[in-house]
């Protein structure tokens, strides 16, 4: 084989520190910006918040950029990269302008949760009343082992035999002192705790019901010994096993459903999570307009007096804080793209599904990623990044962006019905249905293809999963 030498030309693209760092700013959430926004104002001195009633949060002072490009060495052809950049990341150049808004500045923000300093766990409850009980001594004791025992939602899982097995010898607790101090547990002012299962947890709180209660009986024998065939819905069954009526099961089934299956979970402080949307959509002039938040945007500006400073130093120091400045200022840039592009995509978004916000789901339209991309002239993984981890305040609730992309189903006239309004067509048949004789997903399926909207019965079935509708023979009452 001869060697011989070829010249080939081709396009490439470089992820520069600044377009990766716009890369991955477009896909964090807001909680994430605001915590690397945080990290950043630790590291670099060049960066700062505005103040609270500064005319513009991303706003870099005259003076500020005047020693930014006196610390520059080749800031023409920076600028000429940043271009480049820019496009390559798929945003249009546009002046941004950012109205602050005013928010307080008092300590406490209604937006965190606040717990007083009397509540309390459900052990320590249970231990208070113990105290204030008159169970004393060695009993006591005993008790307070069985409390320490309890789960969460105030079950005793471990076995008695095992509890007793695990006591140290010396402590002299038998399995009897267990099972008397079982019986005292469950007899403190909370019904239902310390049950070793849920039909015993639902007879405790029958049972503490007043004796003339209708069906208090009949409830205690079905939630004592026939839970599962309750659960089953096989009614004939339990009518035959307990030699009852109609009315009188359905009685009895009332007052099971009122019960409280996990009554130690009133005592979980735990704090949700929650979520900062992004943008919130409103109704202007019959328009539906999406724009940011600000509470959800971080207000950043170029440090003015280091600025100035680097302006005026020029021992070796003074190189470190350029890249400081170059730093915050891509940060502010970077930003300025994220929070603009994050507002295109959703007003095109909204603009697609503008059914949705005056119907409801059953409004929802088919949308694919692709859609969105095209319009914006950007690329189909901006927009997956745009969309995830990203919300939307709206008069129907907090919506994250890819709740409004879903594939379609074909109709009969031609046109397409989305996966989220069939759901919603499932859930409004399901609501409306008469529950001594529920529909089944067959029946279902008929239905909408009445409507020109042809769904085979498994993928009813899916959907009906999804949405956490049970089957048709769990759906059925007296």
Not at 67 to 76: H, L, V
Not at 426 to 440: C, D, Y
């Amino acid at each position: 084989m001869k060697h011989a030498l070829q010249l080939r030309t081709s396009q490439q693209l470089t992820l520069t520190p600044q377009l990766q760092q716009a890369i991955r700013l477009l896909q964090l959430s807001t909680q994430d910006v605001q915590q690397e926004v945080a990290n950043m104002l630790d590291e670099n001195p060049m960066l700062e918040l505005v103040d609270e009633f500064a005319p513009a949060a991303f706003a870099v002072d005259a003076g500020v950029g005047q020693a930014a490009e006196a610390s520059q060495t080749s800031g023409s052809e920076e600028r000429d990269n940043s271009e480049r950049e820019r496009d390559d990341f798929g945003v249009e150049a546009a002046d941004w302008e950012s109205r602050d808004r005013g928010r307080s500045t008092d300590d406490e923000d209604e937006s965190w949760p606040e717990h007083s300093a009397g509540q309390l766990s459900l052990r320590e409850h249970l231990h208070e009343q113990l105290a204030a009980g008159a169970i004393e001594g060695r009993d006591r004791i005993v008790v307070g082992l069985l409390i320490e025992a309890l789960d969460e939602n105030g079950y005793l899982a471990q076995d008695l035999v095992e509890l007793a097995e695990l006591l140290p010898a010396e402590l002299g607790i038998s399995l009897d002192d267990l099972e008397t101090a079982l019986v005292q547990l469950q007899h403190l002012d909370l019904p239902g705790l310390g049950a070793r299962n849920l039909g015993e947890c639902l007879v405790l709180q029958l049972k503490a019901l007043p004796e003339d209660t209708p069906q208090r009986e009949l409830a205690i024998r079905l939630a004592g010994s026939h839970l599962d065939t309750l659960a089953a819905h096989d009614f004939n069954k339990l009518k035959k096993l307990l030699h009852c009526s109609d009315n009188e099961l359905r009685a009895a089934q009332h007052l099971i459903v009122g019960l409280n299956p996990k009554p130690g979970a009133e005592f979980d402080h735990s704090v949700a999570d929650y979520v900062v949307p992004d943008v919130i959509v409103e109704k202007h002039q019959n328009k539906w307009r999406a724009r940011l938040n600000a509470d959800a945007m971080p207000k950043l500006r170029v440090n003015s007096m280091y600025a100035n400073i680097l302006q005026q130093r020029e021992d070796g120091n003074a190189s470190q804080l350029a890249v400081q400045l170059q730093e915050a200022k891509w940060l502010i840039k970077n930003l300025q793209q994220r929070f603009e592009t994050i507002q295109r995509v959703a007003q095109a978004i909204v603009d697609r599904q503008e059914k949705f916000f005056e119907h409801g789901e059953i409004g929802m339209r088919p949308l694919v990623l692709r859609e969105i991309a095209e319009e914006l002239e950007l690329h189909e993984s901006t927009i997956s990044r745009g969309t995830t981890q990203k919300f939307m305040l709206t008069p129907r609730g907090i919506y994250e962006f890819k709740h409004f992309f879903g594939s379609g189903l074909a109709t009969e006239n031609g046109g397409t019905c989305s996966s989220a309004a069939i759901r919603e067509l499932i859930r409004q048949l399901v609501s409306a249905e008469n529950t001594r004789k529920p529909l089944t997903d067959s029946r279902m399926s008929e239905i909408l293809a009445q409507q020109g909207i042809v769904v085979a019965r498994r993928t009813i079935a899916k959907y009906r999963e999804a949405l956490h509708i049970l089957p048709v023979n769990l759906r059925k009452s007296l």
